[in-house]
């Protein structure tokens, strides 16, 4: 059986369902492709803490429904590991109803004109003459295998990135490293007892707890918690024993609401996003944020991206590379050049023990303000004269080296995605100059070379 669309969408998640909610809006035939059915649609694993600037952003296009918003925020409480020092860094944001969440973009792009196709599993790009050309997918409850036929295909399944991953040989398959990714378990809880400033999401940063992560809690409200933590990949730790170890006894548990687990992409920007005929949004382009790991927003935002680009292609009926690689550059200049400066101080902070960070958190090395720039917007280059000054009268001169060290390579790599190639001509000369400043990089912080996956 084969289907014919202007565009289809693998996977419904924030990403796709915001995807082809735009593109019907701009007036294409959209397919939309879900493995998950009924009342599993919009159901996602996450913290599910969203920054007011991406809702503000979406709002343009989208008016949100107050009803997916349950808790306002207002900033961060960062506690180091001996949990002597709370920094508060302030910036306004919800915890979702992510479930309500995930399930209003459906329903909004099927409003839009959408066809959602649910419980459909995409399995594999169709390639035609060096094109994408559709997907095959295959109906989970009936096995019915089906090919749905587009002039362009969107993979935004998540990190699995099902669709790019396929297309060996292609530059978007890129694999991803288990260096450059976290795993992270979650549950939701009703806790016996109340939180404290539940309009604060807190961050713990504990090497043993959370070895090159953190773990959290994102209040819903004082007594509807949600709790979880993140380990770096190359660790290979399953979170949910440290979870039920360190973090779950902290808590008087009435009752769980939703329990789960999921892998996060932490790292630089892929080298493309686009191929004939196929581009790969949120988190199955990699484009989380490397320090926290929230990529709800960069989901919208891809999502924004790649329509404008898709819609253009439609206007000019070319629905190649070469005209898709203008998301390629658009990610870059707005999104891409600060991943690429958060990931470089994301391996930075993955080599710091509990003394370094009870060290730098108690001595307000990073004050609040600092802080906030550097995790929600990227680096501040006004703080490599700070670290000057403070090497030269803190006990931790090796720690404030590689400290600094890290900002001024963040805002070096930084400026070379800035200036990723307008097309594929310029790429593999650009990539290595980026490995090869990567590598100077981890070589000074202790660091092998990148590793290929
Ligand atoms: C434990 C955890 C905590 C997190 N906390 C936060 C947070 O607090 N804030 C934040 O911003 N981000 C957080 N994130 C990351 C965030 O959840 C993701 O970045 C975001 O959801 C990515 O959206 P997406 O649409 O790209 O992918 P997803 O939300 O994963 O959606 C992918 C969709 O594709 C569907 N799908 C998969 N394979 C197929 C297939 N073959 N065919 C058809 N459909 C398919 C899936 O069912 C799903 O609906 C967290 C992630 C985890 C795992």
């Not at 995807?19 to 019907?24: C, D, G, P, T, W």
């Not at 919009?42 to 709002?59: A, I, N, P, Q, Y």
């Not at 004050?367 to 501040?380: C, P, R, S, V």
Request: glycine letters at 10%; a positive charge.
């Amino acid at each position: 059986m084969t289907e014919q669309y202007d565009v289809v969408v693998a996977g419904a998640g924030t990403a796709g369902a915001y995807a082809s909610y735009l593109l019907a809006k701009a007036g294409l035939k959209v397919a939309l492709l879900e493995s998950k059915s009924g009342d599993q649609i919009g159901v996602k694993t996450c913290g599910d803490g969203l920054g007011l600037h991406h809702v503000e952003r979406m709002s343009k296009y989208l008016t949100p429904n107050p009803k997916v918003f349950q808790n306002k925020i207002e900033g961060v409480e960062l506690i180091s590991p001996d949990q002597k020092t709370t920094l508060i860094v302030r910036g306004e944001g919800y915890v979702l109803d992510r479930f309500a969440w995930g399930k209003w973009l459906v329903e909004e792009a099927v409003r839009a004109g959408a066809v959602l196709y649910e419980g459909h599993t995409a399995t594999a790009p169709i390639v035609e003459n060096g094109s994408v050309v559709g997907v095959k997918a295959v109906e989970r409850i009936s096995g019915v295998a089906k090919e749905f036929r587009a002039r362009v295909v969107i993979d935004s399944t998540g990190s699995a990135a099902v669709l790019r991953s396929k297309l060996i040989g292609w530059l978007v398959s890129e694999p991803l490293h288990p260096e450059d990714v976290s795993h992270a378990y979650r549950e939701i809880i009703y806790s016996e007892e109340p939180l404290e400033n539940p309009q604060y999401i807190k961050i713990y940063l504990d090497m043993v707890v959370a070895p090159g992560g953190y773990w959290w809690i994102f209040p819903r409200n004082a007594t509807m918690l949600n709790v979880g933590l993140g380990i770096w990949g190359i660790l290979k730790q399953n979170p949910r024993i440290n979870y039920e170890k360190f973090i779950l006894p902290k808590f008087k548990v009435r009752g769980k609401y939703h329990i789960g687990g999921g892998f996060i992409p932490t790292r630089r920007p892929l080298k493309s996003l686009v191929g004939n005929g196929i581009v790969a949004l949120g988190d199955a382009a990699a484009a989380v944020n490397p320090i926290h790991g929230g990529g709800i927003g960069q989901a919208l935002l891809t999502a924004e991206l790649s329509s404008k680009v898709i819609t253009k292609a439609f206007e000019k009926g070319d629905f190649s590379e070469k005209t898709l690689w203008e998301y390629n550059v658009l990610y870059m200049r707005e999104w891409g050049y600060r991943q690429a400066q958060l990931d470089v101080l994301r391996l930075m902070l993955q080599t710091l023990d509990n003394d370094d960070l009870n060290f730098g958190l108690s001595r307000k090395i990073l004050t609040e303000d600092e802080i906030y720039h550097l995790a929600a917007k990227g680096t501040n280059l006004s703080l490599l004269d700070k670290f000057k000054v403070m090497m030269q009268f803190l006990g931790r001169p090796a720690l404030l080296r590689k400290l600094s060290t890290s900002i001024q390579y963040a805002k070096e790599i930084g400026d070379l995605y800035l200036a990723y190639p307008e097309d594929r001509a310029g790429l593999e000369r650009w990539h290595a100059e980026v490995v090869k400043k990567y590598n100077e990089f981890r070589e000074k912080i202790g660091l092998g070379p990148l590793p290929t996956a």
